[in-house]
């Protein structure tokens, strides 16, 4: 996870309450409380972090806790104090011991590609 990333360009902290649609370039970390959709290369949910509305994202680690739906291109990684109360869909799913998902989840094979085959019709 986080590969050929730069560091983590966006930080909302423990203190910090915000409401509102997000779309951030890159990796954001959030300590704090956030109320809306967010979308974003990369997220880092902290233990403290709360979130109340839906992830659109290639990975995500969630420490705290998170009210919505996750839709995540590549990874989501619950830690230990993770909480997450929604349904989960993603290629890779990593629950630690102590995790919470309180939802369904919908996982599918990274570069999958549906084949179709015709039956061959013979002649009699």
């Given at each position: 996870?986080?590969?050929?990333?730069?560091?983590i360009e966006s930080i909302?902290?423990?203190?910090?309450?915000?409401?509102?649609?997000?779309?951030?370039?890159?990796t954001i970390r959030i300590?704090?409380?956030?109320?809306?959709?967010?979308?974003?290369?990369?997220?880092?949910?902290?233990?403290?972090?709360?979130?109340?509305?839906?992830?659109?994202?290639?990975?995500?680690?969630?420490?705290?806790?998170?009210?919505?739906?996750?839709?995540?291109?590549?990874?989501?990684?619950?830690?230990?104090?993770?909480?997450?109360?929604?349904?989960?869909?993603?290629?890779?799913?990593?629950?630690?011991?102590?995790?919470?998902?309180?939802?369904?989840?919908i996982m599918y094979r990274?570069?999958?590609?549906?084949?179709?085959?015709?039956?061959?019709?013979?002649?009699?």
């Amino acid at each position: 996870m986080f590969k050929n990333n730069k560091g983590i360009e966006s930080i909302i902290g423990v203190q910090t309450e915000t409401k509102g649609d997000m779309k951030v370039k890159g990796t954001i970390r959030i300590d704090g409380t956030v109320e809306g959709t967010l979308e974003a290369d990369w997220i880092i949910l902290g233990e403290s972090g709360h979130l109340k509305g839906d992830i659109t994202t290639r990975g995500v680690i969630i420490g705290g806790k998170v009210e919505g739906r996750i839709n995540a291109d590549e990874s989501i990684e619950i830690k230990p104090k993770g909480h997450i109360i929604g349904d989960v869909t993603t290629s890779k799913l990593i629950i630690s011991e102590g995790g919470i998902l309180e939802g369904q989840s919908i996982m599918y094979r990274e570069n999958s590609t549906v084949v179709k085959f015709q039956q061959k019709k013979e002649d009699h």
